[in-house]
């Protein structure tokens, strides 16, 4: 076994102690429930860990990740969990995290050829080209961000608009869909303001946070 793996063992087993001596029996109870009450949508970005991000330990927040955090009808891997987080565990908070500088928002945003990756990509290239007139405004070192940013605001929208969302506001269950985005560049997250907790919140919430998006990088 390398060195480098070796290591990795050593930090789980000095990780594992240091929560123990914390909460004694923590991973006991751990086993037997699982009971978050957020969901995190988020891009795969080694960069951005979301438990450690917002100050959460394991079983309290259940996380799916994927280049770019895209959520689209035809992902059975992102609606499976999407089901089980609002069906079977109850969440009360759906959060869809982008975040600045994300390599994925940049290969689309300039069309780069990376592998079969851009075919996934292609979901956030039609986010480019639904606001390719807003993105054309800008500075390029600011078409980036600006993206991720919509980005952000087109999946969370996606998620609103689920079929599993939609049966659960349907039956009167309490969840609330929201879009944030993470800085690289500082470590904080910041709430994009699109927030919606039934189906008639969705557009308005949506076009709130595109017309504070749009105020936002333009004047900046």
């Not at 109850?90 to 994300?102: A, F, P, Q, Y």
């Amino acid at each position: 076994m390398s060195q480098k793996l070796s290591d990795l063992f050593a930090n789980n087993r000095a990780w594992a102690t240091e929560i123990e001596g914390r909460q004694p029996g923590f991973f006991t109870k751990l086993l037997h429930q699982q009971t978050p009450q957020y969901l995190w949508i988020g891009c795969a970005d080694s960069r951005v860990p979301a438990n450690e991000l917002v100050g959460l330990l394991p079983g309290d927040l259940f996380v799916h990740r994927n280049v770019a955090n895209v959520v689209v009808p035809t992902d059975l891997n992102c609606l499976s969990v999407l089901q089980y987080a609002v069906d079977q565990l109850r969440v009360r908070h759906i959060m869809v995290v982008g975040h600045s500088r994300c390599g994925g928002v940049m290969a689309a945003l300039g069309n780069l050829r990376v592998g079969l990756v851009d075919n996934w990509l292609r979901h956030v290239q039609d986010v480019r080209d639904r606001h390719r007139g807003f993105l054309d405004g800008l500075s390029a070192d600011r078409r980036v961000d600006a993206l991720c940013e919509l980005n952000v605001l087109e999946q969370a929208r996606n998620v609103c608009r689920t079929t599993i969302v939609e049966d659960a506001w349907a039956r009167g269950q309490e969840v609330v869909v929201h879009g944030w985005v993470y800085g690289l560049h500082n470590g904080l997250l910041e709430d994009l303001s699109i927030t919606a907790s039934g189906p008639d919140g969705v557009e308005p919430a949506y076009e709130s946070a595109l017309a504070a998006l749009h105020r936002r990088f333009q004047d900046g």
